[in-house]
């Protein structure tokens, strides 16, 4: 079965072609067979396609034209020269799609029909700078490869089974009503995760209570009960929680009043402030990336020092308000650039964790250890390092789907 994943972005797309032959085989994931970036905004007329197969890489520049156009250009390297895979494009099974919003609708991985593309484009408000994309990839694909079967997995869908307290904002009830919840992101990260710890902790997840904080460009911490998301640190939009790049997190609503009445801010202001300038990259006014700040601090920067310290006491702090969603806790687990490759991050959110039974093996966390658990064998909660993987997931969600 050969699975094709579209992962796109609002000026980017990460697709990746996965061969997958034994069902049983599927616990380690698998290489794809080829993979392909787009990125839009590389250079200012063209944009630009990096291909990955036959153990080469190759660029080709892409002319500023829509989607459908390029996802014909990306897909044809499949079946000619030296990035050749198939023979003809008709191998491809299914298309599975990264969708960021599915809303209240969808709560797992859904064949794609005309309704489904409907709520995809009735989202819009609420996914702006995705949800117009997945549609011009998924009518891409229906020009190019015909009926194929098409499957959406939301980013959403995991935290469907939050329940009502973690979910609904104290607001007046008519908001809930009109849409205004909790409905969490990075799910396809947080399930997977969840599961490859489950793995690795040798127990089947539905007995496992599980935090898992993703910590890349954006974060993320989600409380899992018996393998279903139970609480999220994301709400209505990725904007909420954790301190980010350079997303603010959770900050008091009124000091958005406040920009407004005393300092004029629009709301276009206010979504450059809160989303692009705030988090690493405001408060150590360096860099929103986590490896500078951490240079800039060894070095005795304090602007990034102070960064570090928020950094972490946010994720400490938003771990102890996922608590009371579990009875007990197996297990906590790292993942995304940050968490996956920051043994100090680690190290820093577990110190003060101590007094719940955390205790980390200090030489296990500083050496690259993926894909295991790093907690000190006296530790009565596991800690635990997982590379993720979300094409790989979404293609195992659609082989579930088959
Ligand atoms: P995205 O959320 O865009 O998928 P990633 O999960 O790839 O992002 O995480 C990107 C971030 O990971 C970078 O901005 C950087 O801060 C961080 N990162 C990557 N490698 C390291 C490292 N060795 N140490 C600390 N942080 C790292």
């Given at each position: 079965m050969k699975i094709l994943v579209l992962n796109a972005g609002s000026s980017s797309q990460k697709s990746c072609l996965y061969e997958i032959n034994n069902k049983a085989n599927l616990t380690k994931p698998l290489a794809p067979l080829w993979e392909a970036n787009i990125d839009w905004t590389a250079k200012p007329d063209y944009g630009l396609l990096k291909i990955f197969a036959n153990g080469q890489s190759h660029k080709i520049d892409l002319p500023q034209e829509s989607r459908a156009q390029s996802t014909q250009i990306m897909l044809d390297t499949m079946t000619h020269g030296r990035t050749k895979v198939l023979d003809n494009l008709k191998e491809i099974d299914m298309v599975g799609h990264r969708v960021v919003h599915g809303g209240r609708e969808y709560s797992?991985?859904?064949?794609?029909?005309?309704?489904?593309?409907?709520?995809?484009?009735?989202?819009?408000?609420?996914?702006p700078n995705h949800n117009p994309a997945h549609i011009e990839g998924i009518n891409a694909i229906e020009k190019i490869l015909g009926n194929i079967p098409q499957i959406a997995v939301f980013d959403t869908a995991f935290h469907n089974t939050i329940p009502p307290e973690a979910k609904i904002y104290p607001l007046p009830y008519e908001w809930y009503q009109k849409g205004i919840q909790r409905y969490g992101f990075h799910g396809i990260s947080h399930k997977y995760v969840a599961q490859r710890a489950a793995s690795i902790l040798e127990k089947p997840l539905t007995q496992l209570n599980l935090i898992t904080c993703h910590l890349g460009n954006g974060c993320s911490v989600t409380a899992i009960k018996n393998g279903q998301s139970v609480n999220t640190s994301m709400g209505f939009t990725p904007l909420e929680g954790l301190m980010m790049g350079t997303r603010?997190?959770?900050?008091?609503?009124?000091?958005?009043?406040?920009?407004?009445?005393?300092?004029?801010?629009?709301?276009?202001?206010?979504?450059?402030?809160?989303?692009?300038?705030?988090?690493?990259?405001?408060?150590?006014?360096?860099?929103?990336?986590?490896?500078?700040?951490?240079?800039?601090?060894?070095?005795?920067?304090?602007?990034?020092?102070?960064?570090?310290?928020?950094?972490?006491?946010?994720?400490?702090?938003?771990?102890?308000?996922?608590?009371?969603?579990?009875?007990?806790?197996?297990?906590?687990?790292?993942?995304?650039?940050?968490?996956?490759?920051?043994?100090?991050?680690?190290?820093?959110?577990?110190?003060?964790?101590?007094?719940?039974?955390?205790?980390?093996?200090?030489?296990?966390?500083?050496?690259?250890?993926?894909?295991?658990?790093?907690?000190?064998?006296?530790?009565?909660?596991?800690?635990?390092?997982?590379?993720?993987?979300?094409?790989?997931?979404?293609?195992?969600?659609?082989?579930?789907?088959?």
């Open positions: 797992q991985a859904t064949l794609i029909t005309s309704e489904v593309k409907e709520v995809i484009k009735n989202l819009i408000p609420l996914a603010c997190g959770s900050i008091d609503p009124a000091i958005l009043i406040h920009l407004i009445t005393e300092y004029n801010y629009d709301a276009g202001q206010l979504n450059d402030l809160l989303n692009k300038k705030s988090g690493l990259l405001g408060i150590s006014q360096i860099s929103a990336d986590m490896r500078s700040v951490v240079n800039a601090m060894v070095a005795g920067n304090s602007q990034a020092k102070l960064a570090f310290d928020i950094y972490i006491h946010r994720i400490q702090s938003v771990i102890g308000s996922m608590l009371p969603s579990l009875d007990t806790l197996d297990a906590l687990v790292f993942t995304a650039g940050v968490g996956e490759n920051s043994g100090l991050v680690r190290e820093k959110v577990c110190q003060n964790l101590a007094f719940l039974g955390i205790t980390l093996d200090l030489d296990k966390n500083n050496k690259k250890n993926i894909e295991q658990n790093i907690a000190d064998p006296n530790s009565s909660i596991g800690v635990i390092v997982v590379h993720t993987q979300e094409d790989w997931a979404i293609a195992l969600q659609c082989m579930e789907l088959k």
